[in-house]
């Protein structure tokens, strides 16, 4: 049998030549499939039926294979839906009789899917290539199934594209519908045949089925144009004529709907299985006080890293449930999405993690109830402090949208240190770099949640305040680039909102505290509150600018401090880069001439200065406790003479030592691209350090 070109490899039965449902039509099905399991193997082009000996079939099918085509015709590839394997997706053994165990469809309402009814869910059309003119004029250079004249050429190409595609872009059941109202008009009920008899005389009798004619832009066609017109199979046209027939003009429904098959999880089972995950969960999980920002979710569950949905099925089963692994990942994925594994990059609070070990390790009911309390309320304390941060965020988007004259009443800043950088950095990272200590470059970020707008100050190795990027976290540092912000980039608020983790060294001691009071009394700002985040639960809106700077910065290949700042200009809308073009002042020493620590600064959460108390903090624990104030003047010191342009001394950047220079040119130079060796690691020199070189003693003469 010679190779039949240009025609899909899957033949259907036309012409009523094989009825559905017959013992001939199984096996067409059959054979379908037999020769789609052949085509795979043969990896031919995807044009044309394969030659009958290059299959592999037996006797019997070969005998049935020459009789199906040589009786059956083919249909266009286009009349048909094809899955993957040439099989018509719309023959009845692909219908909707053999159902998978799929939970979303066996479970009724809610337990399954919130938005499944009881009507069943659509199925959703298979997803096409869109008709081309050339596509159509192919097919119109092709016969129709009439004798003596081609319809395809009485139609216009454009039209039939033009219909063809609005057809393939459409659900099903609109298609459907499409045609069931060109046909309903076109209709010719009750019509009168006039059968001559073998003695030839005449007989009037009554049609018992109807007829239909079928057009397309006005022109009366054969079925074979109306069906790749309307991008439907014979079987669906015949399904629709049959349905009008009946006298319906409802919507068509499959006889199975709003029923459920043999292998549907009954209800009580899903409910069991949400109870034992949850039961799980509240146990050996550590809830968070709020979702990640950006989702608008319940707050999640943790669970520890080393459990698996296998394992936790496994004891599910162990426990007497009969819900397969599949249909129980499904049913967590749907009711318990609160509900997650702790990946091991998840920041974890140290002390959710300590008490939820002791309600595991607990004894008796009396220590699990005081244990499960005392967790209680600390994660209400966190949730207490995310719920503020919210609030004042929210104050300042208000306070920024009724501005007048451009100047916002109220202004709220957060400000944190990210995870250093490394320069040189490419994204495909040279293996022995690892080992070795590349140039550091200092992020410190100050968001202003109202805008959104973060700005990243870039801090070079060689640009801290002590040798060798030393001191580059302290007081002095975090107060001089805040300064820097508030008098450059920040809008002139009367009031000022600030947030920070809460980092002794950095964020929440004396200096800080000295200097947001040293603004209120020279009339910066009229009030001040800071508040410190709950340790563990510190997540907030200047992470999230760090995360997508790091995200664009791993897959970039940054030589310089500059091609570092452009990264970060890349990374996002919000995130803007900073270079070094401030002065680090000495805030520390010059805030102890006029004030005193806070004691037990630690146990504080909040902290607030007002205009009408100079010198004076208010400080809480949480919201629900009482304020305590607390004088930071000092009692001989008269701060009424403070002035915003008395500023401390100037400390000159320590820059890098002779050792680290060395370092640097002998070990990451060879690391950089050529155009930036002398940027980034350059020949060392004895200016760029201390005076003597570390390996020199002291009382040896250096030579000029």
Known sequence: MEMISEKKRIFLPQKGKYKWGSDKC???????????????SLASDGLGLPALDALQLSEHDKEFYCDVTATAE????SEHDLDDAGVATNSPENSDDEENLDLSSTVPGSLADPTATAQGTKRKRKETVPTTLEDVEVRMSESCDCRNKNCFSAVPAADLKQLRNLMESADRSVVEAFI?????????????AHNPSAAGVARAAERTRESYEYTVSGVKVCAVVFMYAHCCTRYTLHKVEKHLSAGCIASQEHASTGTLPWNAVDEEEVQKAILFIKNFAEVNGLPQPAAPRGHNTPAPIYLPCSTTKKMLHAHYQQSGGIIGYSSFTRIWNTHCRDIVIMKP??????????????????CTEEERSEFVEELRDHITKAMDARDEYRSVISKGKVS??????????YCHLTFDFAQQATIPHHARQVGPLYFRVPRRVQIFGIANDSVPEQFNYLVDEHETIGVDASKAHGPNAVISMLHHHLETHAPKSRSLGLHADNCCAQNKNKSVMAYLAWRVIVGLNTSIQIDFMRVGHTRCFVDAGFGLLKQKYRKSDVDTVDQLAAVIGQSAVINKAERFCWQWREWDVFFSKFFRPVKNITKYQRFEFKTESPGVVSMSQSDTLQDKSFSLRLPEINITSLSS???PPVLQPGGLSYARGLYLFTQIREFCHDEFKDITCPAPAFQLGPAVPPDVPEDVPQEA
């Not at 920024?400 to 009443?409: R, T």
């Open 74 to 77: 083919w249909a266009d590839p």
């Open 26 to 40: 199984s096996q067409v099905s059959t054979f379908k499939r037999t020769m789609a399991n052949s085509r795979r």
């Open 400 to 409: 920024l949208g009724s501005a007048e004259g451009g100047v916002p009443d």
């Open 645 to 647: 342009d008395d500023l």
């Open 345 to 362: 990059r998840e920041d974890v609070c140290v002390r959710c993690s300590e008490l939820q070990s002791r309600v595991s390790r607990a």
């Open 180 to 192: 069931a109202g060109k046909l309903d008009v076109l209709a010719r009920r009750g019509a009168v």
